[in-house]
C-alpha cells in the first residue's frame, strides 16, 4: 500500500483527524506534527490509530527567535529520515515562517501535494504567511483545497495546475462531559466559539447582542489576544457568559449541546471549524453571507443568515430565533440534521478523491 507522509502542526490537527480513516482505506499515513510548547503544555497533540508515528518537536512563533528555527530544522530531519522513494508529501501550510522555509529546502519532492486551509488570506494575514503562499503556488504543481469555493477559486487563478477539493468532515468531540454548565433560566443560548480573530467580527456579535431582546443569553468561549477592547463593548455584562481561553477538546461538547444556536457573523470565511462542530451536534447556525456560508445554509429553513457586516441585521435574527415556539426550533434542527446527512455524503468520498488524484497525477 502507498504511504503518505502527512506534514502538519498543531493548530490544523484537530481538523486533520477526521481525514485520516477516509485516507487510509487506500494508503499508509505517517503524521508528522510540528507542536508548539504552549500547545504541548494545554492540550497535548491527540494521537490517532490511523498514523504510523506522531513526531513532534518544541516551537516558539518569532521570527527572531533561533530556537524557533531549530526546532523547524530537527523536525524536518525527522521527516527526511522516514522518506522513502515513491513516498508522497502531503503538506498542509501554515503560518510558521520556518516551517514553511524549511520544507522548501528539506522536502522538496515531485509527488508533493499542498494542501490550503485558508487559500483566500482571511484579513489581517501577516505578511510572511502571504509571501510563502506566493511562492508555493508558483513552484510546486499539485494542490488540495478543504472547500469547493476556494477550489473555484484557485482554479480561475491557476488553471495550469492539477488539484483538486475534499470537503470537511464533521468534527466529533464526543459526549457532553457535564464540565460546563450555561443554562440561563429557559433563556434561548447564542454561541461564539474559537480562537477570536478580527474577521470573525466578534465586536458585531456583541452589538447584536447588547441590542437584543431581554429571552436571549450569549456566551463567548474561545482564546483572544486583545479581549479588553472586546469587552469593553459589552454594557450589560448579565446578558453574557464569557470563558476567554483555549477550550479543552472535552468541554467542547458541552458548549454545542447547550447552546441553541451558534453564530458565525465572519467578514469573510474559507471555511469555520466551529461551523463542521455545529453541523456534528445538529445546532442551528446563524450566519453572514459570505461565500462558504450561503451555500449550505438556507435562511429560515435550516439556520438564518444575515447582511454580512449589519450589527441590525443580526439582531434581526437573533430576535427571530428567540420567538420561535418549540416546535418551529425542532423543525430548524430536523432540516439542519438533513442537511448535515447529505454533506457528510460528499465528505465519505475523500478518500476515494485522494486517490484518484493521486493516482491521475502522482502515480
Known sequence: MPKINYITHDAWWNSDLP???????YFRIRAFIFSSVYYEKHFKVKESPYVEGIYEYERKYRLKNFLSAYSAFKFYKGVRSTYEKGDILFYVFGDDPYFNLYFLIFAMSKKTIISFHNYRAHSGTPFLERFFKRIYLKWFKAFHFQSEPQYEQFCLNHGSKNAFFTDMPSKDFGKPGGRIQLAKN??????????????????????????????????????????????????????????????????????????????????????????????????????????????????????????????????????????????????????????????????????????????????
Open 186 to 363: 429557559n433563556k434561548r443560548i447564542f454561541l461564539f466559539f474559537g480562537y477570536i480573530r478580527d474577521y470573525k467580527r466578534l465586536d458585531l456579535f456583541i452589538e447584536a447582542a447588547n441590542n437584543s431582546i431581554d429571552s436571549a443569553h450569549f456566551v463567548i468561549a474561545g482564546n483572544c489576544q486583545a479581549w479588553s477592547q472586546y469587552e469593553s463593548q459589552i454594557i450589560n455584562k448579565k446578558k453574557f457568559t464569557c470563558n476567554i481561553n483555549f477550550i479543552d477538546n472535552s468541554e467542547i461538547a458541552d458548549y454545542f449541546t447547550q447552546a441553541h444556536f451558534l453564530v458565525l457573523p465572519y467578514s469573510d470565511t474559507t471555511q469555520s471549524g466551529p461551523f463542521h462542530i455545529a453541523n456534528y451536534y445538529n445546532l442551528p447556525i446563524i450566519a453572514s453571507d459570505v461565500l462558504g456560508f450561503r451555500e449550505i445554509i438556507t435562511d429560515g429553513r435550516n439556520g438564518f443568515l444575515f447582511k454580512q457586516g449589519d450589527a441590525k441585521d443580526l439582531e434581526r435574527c437573533i430576535n427571530t430565533a428567540c420567538v420561535l415556539s418549540d416546535r418551529e426550533y425542532s423543525t430548524l434542527k430536523e432540516n439542519q440534521q438533513e442537511m448535515e446527512k447529505q454533506y457528510s455524503l460528499k465528505a465519505n468520498a475523500i478518500g476515494e478523491k485522494f486517490k484518484s488524484f493521486i493516482d491521475q497525477h502522482l502515480g
Open 19 to 25: 481525514l485520516l480513516p477516509k485516507i487510509n482505506k
